[in-house]
């Protein structure tokens, strides 16, 4: 049976929004927020908007980017493809020409 949700208030760029999130994810949800709340200052003070909307735009398209960019784990999987990739022609290699 799947745990219950818990609610929470949340204030995303001075509005209030109210969710049922899973106990276990509360920590991420928080640190998340706090990260688009601190960027939404940012934004306001080093850039010129109209309105909230504008710096929200703002803050989504870089958050949506920082997704985008490969991580330590991604960069040194692939590196450590390529080197099995290069042993494992050297094996075949080795092992053909017996």
Do not use: C, H
Not at 14 to 27: A, F, H, M, N, V
Not at 44 to 63: E, I, P, R
Not at 77 to 98: M, P, R, V, W, Y
Request: proline share 5%; charged share 30%.
């Amino acid at each position: 049976m799947s745990k219950p949700l818990i609610p929470i208030n949340i204030v995303v760029a001075d509005r209030s929004y109210r969710l049922k999130i899973d106990p276990d994810d509360e920590e991420v949800v928080r640190r998340t927020l706090k990260t688009i709340n601190e960027k939404i200052i940012d934004y306001k003070t080093n850039f010129a908007g109209k309105d909230m909307q504008d710096y929200v735009s703002m803050v989504l398209l870089w958050y949506a980017t920082e997704q985008q960019k490969p991580t330590p784990e991604m960069t040194s999987q692939s590196g450590s493809q390529e080197k099995l990739n290069k042993l494992e022609d050297l094996l075949n290699k080795a092992t053909s020409t017996k």
